[in-house]
């Protein structure tokens, strides 16, 4: 294929059983000018035979099979789904376990009016979902930090330079449920992951047990049990891997992220606050309903049915 001048980044991880379906909802609402990169983090399950099947069908689709490391972190897998990107602009956060409304061409739509108008290189950040140039992606990060913050770091870092636009919409993917295999490793396996960089993050073990019994209707017992007896090796793993900084607790951050929200909000408010319009003209009826609601407003599931 020609190269692409969109990449989405996709890291997979054992999701054999949810990424045929989550993969073809995104892939079948593309043209030629995307190609969807997967970066497969060494699975055990039948994830490579079913994105080889994928490959088939989609030629817009391509693949990296990584031999499993259990110390890379998701945020490393995503900078490689990155640096592996043909195209001049990635769209990140799309993932194997998520069903997407046909509306990523209008979400790109939008994202290139307010680089337009704002006549700059932007993070835009919307619901799932955030869009910029590779290279400028590369050039400021994109990931640093693991399990916890690998995300909110990355907007921190682009909200000191004033390139982090957070855009309010209705959201127009869901996650698909989770098998009996997959839920107990996010809650065992990734709960690890978690507590180390929390430890790594400043916080010390009295914050933890006050969190644990702040907290105490939303786990259960045994899972409370687990992180008081995991804390030991998730303590060793913290000093070997270094500090990080807990977002949740930078001041800066705070009013970095309270500040933008305040300057942004849905696409039509980003134009009027900046003493423009936006041209809605670009988008369907349906893009139209869904960039001009706001996510606490409205579902996709309320979408008007005339349009």
Same mark, same amino acid.
């Given at each position: 294929?020609?190269?692409?001048?969109?990449?989405?980044?996709?890291?997979?991880?054992?999701? %054999?059983?949810?990424?045929?379906?989550?993969?073809?909802?995104?892939?079948s609402?593309?043209?030629?000018?995307?190609?969807?990169?997967?970066i497969?983090?060494?699975?055990?399950?039948?994830?490579?035979?079913?994105?080889? %099947?994928?490959?088939?069908?989609?030629?817009?689709?391509?693949?990296?099979?990584?031999?499993?490391?259990?110390?890379?972190? /998701?945020?490393?897998?995503?900078?490689?789904s990155?640096?592996?990107?043909?195209?001049?602009?990635?769209?990140?956060?799309?993932?194997?376990?998520?069903?997407?409304e046909?509306?990523?061409?209008?979400?790109?739509?939008v994202?290139?009016?307010?680089?337009?108008?704002?006549?700059?290189?932007?993070?835009?950040?919307?619901?799932?979902?955030?869009?910029?140039?590779?290279?400028?992606?590369?050039?400021h %990060?994109p990931?640093?930090?693991?399990?916890?913050?690998?995300?909110?770091?990355?907007w921190?870092?682009?909200?000191l330079?004033?390139?982090?636009?957070?855009?309010?919409?209705?959201?127009?993917?869901?996650?698909?449920?989770?098998?009996?295999?997959?839920?107990?490793?996010?809650?065992?396996?990734?709960?690890?992951?978690? /507590?180390s960089?929390?430890?790594?993050?400043?916080?010390?073990?009295?914050?933890?047990?006050?969190?644990?019994?702040?907290?105490?209707?939303?786990h259960?017992?045994?899972?409370?049990?687990y992180?008081?007896?995991?804390?030991?090796?998730?303590?060793?793993?913290?000093?070997?891997?270094?500090p990080?900084?807990?977002?949740d607790?930078?001041?800066?951050?705070?009013?970095?992220?309270?500040?933008?929200?305040?300057?942004?909000?849905?696409?039509?408010?980003?134009?009027?606050?900046r003493?423009?319009?936006?041209?809605?003209?670009?988008?369907?009826?349906?893009?139209?309903?869904?960039?001009?609601?706001?996510?606490?407003?409205?579902?996709?599931?309320?979408?008007?049915?005339?349009?």
């Open positions: 294929m020609d190269k692409p001048l969109y990449s989405i980044c996709v890291p997979n991880l054992n999701m %054999g059983n949810t990424l045929v379906e989550a993969l073809t909802s995104v892939l609402q593309l043209d030629s000018s995307f190609e969807v990169v997967v497969d983090d060494g699975s055990t399950d039948d994830s490579l035979e079913k994105l080889e %099947g994928l490959k088939e069908i989609f030629p817009n689709l391509r693949t990296k099979y990584l031999d499993r490391n259990p110390s890379r972190t /998701l945020a490393e897998t995503r900078n490689i990155v640096k592996e990107a043909r195209g001049e602009y990635c769209l990140l956060h799309i993932d194997c376990d998520d069903i997407w046909p509306y990523i061409l209008e979400f790109v739509k994202f290139h009016s307010i680089e337009k108008l704002l006549n700059e290189n932007v993070l835009l950040c919307g619901h799932q979902v955030n869009m910029g140039k590779r290279e400028f992606l590369l050039e %990060g990931y640093k930090y693991g399990h916890m913050v690998e995300d909110r770091d990355m921190y870092r682009f909200g330079l004033g390139k982090y636009i957070p855009i309010d919409h209705v959201v127009f993917r869901h996650r698909m449920p989770l098998s009996r295999k997959q839920r107990l490793q996010k809650k065992y396996l990734l709960t690890g992951k978690i /507590l960089d929390e430890i790594r993050a400043g916080n010390r073990f009295g914050f933890y047990l006050t969190n644990l019994w702040r907290d105490y209707m939303k259960s017992l045994e899972l409370r049990i992180k008081v007896l995991i804390y030991p090796v998730c303590l060793v793993r913290a000093k070997r891997l270094g990080i900084k807990n977002m607790q930078l001041t800066d951050w705070n009013e970095i992220k309270s500040r933008a929200r305040e300057q942004n909000g849905t696409v039509f408010e980003i134009f009027s606050k003493g423009s319009s936006f041209d809605s003209s670009i988008l369907s009826p349906q893009g139209k309903w869904i960039f001009s609601h706001k996510a606490a407003e409205a579902s996709i599931s309320r979408m008007p049915s005339g349009l």
